[in-house]
């Protein structure tokens, strides 16, 4: 009797679980660095050229963060989400000239002697 009782208790409890709404986990969302390679204004898109040569395409929205206007060759960090099948930009912070140009996009070589 007292197994029934705990097996039954059990059965329950997994099917409370079971038919209780899982909860999708949330995502705090991606990043990308780069280069801008291409502007869209009307579409209100642009692309970032990473330095490994990977061109990721995004999209701006009035809820998207910017520090400036987006020019091609602006070096930018970006923080995107995935909505709908397009990537979404979140913030873009635009590196002001003289930090992209002490920053070093492939390590320098190295001499043997």
């Given at each position: ?13 997994a099917a409370?679980?079971?038919?209780a709404p899982?909860?999708k ?7 990308v ?25 995004l ?28 990537k ?19 390590p320098?070589a190295?001499?043997?002697?």
């Amino acid at each position: 009797m007292r197994r029934l009782l705990v097996a039954a208790l059990l059965c329950g409890l997994a099917a409370a679980a079971a038919a209780a709404p899982s909860e999708k986990p949330k995502s705090h969302g991606y990043d990308v660095s780069g280069t801008i390679s291409r502007v869209d204004e009307a579409a209100k898109t642009f692309v970032v050229k990473t330095a490994a040569g990977k061109q990721t395409v995004l999209a701006r929205t009035a809820a998207t963060k910017v520090n400036g206007a987006l020019r091609v060759g602006d070096r930018v960090a970006v923080r995107w989400l995935e909505r709908d099948g397009n990537k979404i930009a979140t913030s873009i912070r635009i590196e002001p000239p003289a930090v992209a140009a002490a920053t070093p996009v492939a390590p320098p070589a190295t001499s043997t002697r």
